[in-house]
């Protein structure tokens, strides 16, 4: 199973912009779609968004349509989440998953070995 690592967080300032970052060694991550998700306090993991194992499709929970944006690079065996026009409610630790495309287009994903994330904090 995908093992990922999450990093790229950090205290940013509202509608300042962030790029996190995904990785794994394992050869499946090129053949695995992947899935962004993130816990606020007090709140429970929530889906953000998702790519295909070939990078051709996203998609994206409402509430960060248009300001994020998901993608990959297969040859370095990396996932990335650009955070853009970040807002309070952002904050949040962020974590990546692999998982079915299927299943992630329902917001949901497989996956129960769930590393420390990389925590993003808004700021005003």
């Known amino acids: 199973q995908v093992q990922p690592v999450e990093s790229g967080g950090g205290l940013v300032q509202i509608e300042d912009s962030l790029r996190l970052s995904c990785s794994a060694s394992e050869r499946s991550f090129r053949e695995t779609a992947m899935g962004w998700f993130r816990q606020s306090p007090g709140k429970e993991r929530e889906f953000v968004g998702a790519i295909s194992a070939d990078g051709g499709n996203t998609y994206y929970t409402a509430s960060v349509k248009g300001r994020f944006a998901i993608s990959r690079d297969n040859i370095k065996d990396v996932v990335y989440l650009r955070l853009n026009v970040l807002k309070l409610e952002d904050t949040a630790v962020y974590f990546c998953?692999?998982?079915?495309?299927?299943?992630?287009?329902?917001?949901?994903?497989?996956?129960?070995?769930w590393g420390p994330g990389t925590r993003v904090t808004v700021s005003s």
């Open positions: 998953a692999p998982g079915r495309w299927a299943t992630l287009l329902t917001g949901r994903v497989d996956f129960d070995s």
